[in-house]
T-cell receptor
């Protein structure tokens, strides 16, 4: 079962910041939050991940609440090419491996 | 970032035939690879976890005799869909795990006619 819930869809104007929320209220202390995106009929693309602290890279920022029950992915200046399905994922340990538990994702549409 | 190459990117086959999909990690060694299936407008569904040199671990409801997985080297895992049927038509995606990140192939669109 998915450990994350996201709004099914969102719109954002081109050039504005896109803020994508995610709830993960059952996350455990050592489980990371990952964000991937998938453009139609392609493999998922890694965006960012974090555990407790806020993270930033060249693509996005990740804001994690202090209780770790929710997070927000921020695309600072959205472009049309950012239109995709964005997945907020919890990475869980399964025996000696890790698994990504996929939810339904948010379809983000960037409008001109 | 690291590169995972999946081949073929699309394939059409007749009912009853078998199809092999390859997943290669091009610039790192992947002890663990994962195979997913994705139906239209749905999320990725994990099919199996493939560990180099050992048998794959299948998720509940996935038939191991139908979806044969081989992970004979640290850079190659293969998924063979045996005796394919139209309901096996789907988008199949592999990923290879590094210590902190999963890298995904570009996916294989399988159509069984």
């Amino acid at each position: 079962d998915a450990k994350t819930t996201q709004p099914p869809s969102m719109d954002c104007a081109e050039g504005r910041a896109a803020n994508l929320p995610c709830n993960h209220s059952t996350i455990s202390g050592n489980e990371y939050v990952y964000w991937y995106r998938q453009i139609h009929s392609q493999g998922p693309q890694y965006i960012i991940h974090g555990l407790k602290n806020n993270e930033t890279n060249e693509m996005a920022s990740l804001i994690i609440t202090e209780d770790r029950k929710s997070s927000t992915l921020i695309l600072p200046h959205a472009t049309l090419r950012d239109t995709a399905v964005y997945y907020c994922i919890v990475r869980v340990a399964v025996y000696s491996n890790y698994q990504l538990i996929w939810g339904a994702g948010t379809k983000l549409i960037i409008k001109p | 970032g690291a590169v995972v190459s999946q081949h073929p990117s699309w394939v059409i086959c007749k009912s009853g035939t078998s199809v092999k999909i390859e997943c290669r990690s091009l610039d790192f060694q992947a002890t663990t690879m994962f195979w997913y299936r994705q139906f239209p407008k749905q999320s990725l569904m994990l099919m199996a976890t493939s560990n180099e040199g050992s048998k794959a671990t299948y998720e509940q409801g996935v038939e191991k005799d139908k979806f044969l997985i081989n992970h004979a080297s640290l850079t190659l895992s293969t998924l063979t869909v045996t005796s394919a049927h139209p309901e096996d038509s789907s988008f199949y995606i592999c990923s290879a795990d590094s210590n902190t990140e999963a890298f995904f192939g570009q996916g294989t669109r399988l159509t069984v006619v």
